[in-house]
């Protein structure tokens, strides 16, 4: 055999080894960092919200407050009768009177320098424009330049008045102006977004531990899971106990229903085994005696025939026995229909001279469960009892059986017949392995005895009743909600 191309050769180990050394998260590693940032991005907008919500709040109190100044003013300004300004002498705070205090207030008038207080003094101010009747006027932080030169921001709050006019002089428009350094605010601002972002990052660490405990008592049931299955893949547990969280119960009752199916499947083939072994010793030591003692060549053929009949009827019947069990538990759902017609259609043939005539009646919605052998053994060893006692007629009839939450539908299924029926008190009989309703029928009379095994491994019931609408036999299966 040709050697593979080096380059293909030295890829495989490369794509194993990339994928080998990948692992996924755990679950609580992924909650943890979930939950992390989530909660990251929860204080950065929260912080964002009440930053920007304290700076309007500021900025609001700020403006009303030099509002109030300004109405201040606006009591105080007078004009003259010539109509010049006649400035306020009194102050509604102290620093108004300081030279460059931070706090400034200046009267606009048109076609003359404006006025300002004590404390325009020095710094430069940002020019004022004279503003309409009762216009307001908020504006900064404005750039200002203090008298030692330092540069400096302040806020401006303006309002436009007019003074009105007298015999002497026309009405006279002014505005006065309120402004202070941005200094303050921006203290306050600083020191409540430092208070701000130590309290919201101590939070965030309190809720980040919280998170952790949280997760960690959440989770506790999966360890346990992981615990108990740890105890039953040792031997130390049967099963998964039943106190579980209703989340996890689907998964529990799985895992239980996986290992009652594997042990219940060893037995069986287990028992399967040794009934075939017991079975055949008594053929064997026949076979040995005749072997032994007799001399008659023809006695011997004739029995060593019967016995080998014997032989061959005891294992059909144990690989029967062995076919009809070890169903998958998770198998996936099998239409009823199409099989229930290939079986027909068999049976028809094979009991062509009795002209029996079978008709269904399937729901649609039906499915079975399980291994589509299990199904084709079910139907076919009711639906030829049926055939081989029926006189003209059989009814096979297909529901969707009970339901369950979180479970897949069971299912239903009866056969009738129009044949003689069942006495009731020949049910337990009809039903016993290797006993036949009538010895004058061929057959090995196991077939239903198969019937009872697979609705057995399904955990459904079987009942034999008379027939209502054929007047025969009627064969009712109910297998329960599945997993």
């Not at 043939?349 to 008709?359: F, H, N, P, R, W």
């Not at 061929?442 to 198969?450: N, Y």
Request: glycine residues 8%; aromatic residues 8%.
């Amino acid at each position: 055999m040709p050697a593979p191309p080096s380059g293909a050769a030295a890829s495989a180990p490369v794509g194993r080894d990339r994928f080998d050394g990948w692992r996924p998260r755990s679950l609580r590693a992924r909650q943890l960092l979930a939950a992390s940032l989530a909660l990251l991005a929860f204080l950065a907008l929260a912080g964002y919200a009440l930053d920007r919500a304290f700076v309007d709040t500021a900025e609001d109190n700020l403006r009303q407050r030099l509002k109030s100044y300004a109405l201040y003013y606006t009591d105080k300004v007078e004009f003259g009768r010539n109509g010049t300004l006649i400035p306020p002498y009194n102050t509604p705070d102290p620093r108004f009177d300081m030279p460059d205090s931070g706090m400034y207030a200046q009267v606009v008038l048109q076609g003359v320098p404006p006025w300002g207080s004590n404390s325009t003094l020095g710094p430069e101010l940002p020019v004022p424009q004279l503003l309409g009747a009762l216009e307001e006027s908020f504006e900064g932080p404005l750039p200002i330049r203090r008298a030692d030169g330092s540069e400096s921001q302040a806020y401006r709050y303006g309002v436009g008045y007019a003074w009105p006019a007298t015999h002497q002089h026309a009405e006279i428009p002014y505005s006065i102006y309120i402004l202070e350094d941005a200094q303050a605010l921006s203290a306050q601002i600083r020191v409540f977004r430092g208070s701000l972002w130590v309290y919201l990052g101590g939070a965030g660490v309190i809720l980040l531990l919280l998170q952790m405990l949280v997760l960690r008592w959440s989770l506790r049931p999966l360890r346990r899971v992981i615990f108990e299955l740890s105890r039953v893949q040792r031997g130390e547990l049967s099963g998964m106990t039943e106190s579980h969280p209703r989340e996890l119960e689907p998964l529990t009752d799985s895992i239980n229903a996986f290992i009652e199916s594997e042990r219940e499947n060893l037995e069986r083939q287990r028992n399967t085994l040794a009934d075939l072994a017991h079975s055949l010793k008594t053929p064997i030591a026949v076979l040995r005696t005749q072997l032994d003692n007799t001399a008659d060549p023809d006695a011997l053929r004739q029995e060593l025939d019967v016995q080998l009949k014997r032989m061959n009827n005891l294992v059909s019947y144990q690989l029967a026995r062995a076919a009809s069990s070890g169903h998958k538990l998770f198998s996936s759902a099998v239409e009823i229909e199409p099989h229930a017609e290939e079986i027909v259609r068999g049976l028809e043939k094979v009991y062509a001279s009795k002209g029996v005539i079978c008709e269904f009646e399937i729901d649609p919605r039906a499915r079975f469960h399980g291994e589509t052998g299990d199904l084709q053994e079910l139907m076919g060893n009711l639906l030829e009892n049926a055939f081989k006692w029926a006189r003209s007629r059989v009814l096979l009839t297909v529901e969707v059986g009970a339901t369950a939450p979180q479970r897949r539908a069971g299912l239903f299924l009866a056969v009738d017949d129009d044949g003689p029926g069942i006495a009731e008190d020949d049910v337990a009989k009809v039903l016993q392995r290797g006993v036949r309703g009538d010895e004058r029928v061929q057959g090995h009379g196991i077939g239903l005895s198969i019937v009872q095994d697979l609705i057995r491994d399904y955990r459904g019931e079987l009942q034999v009743k008379r027939s209502e609408e054929l007047g025969g036999a009627r064969f009712e299966v109910r297998l329960p909600p599945g997993l």
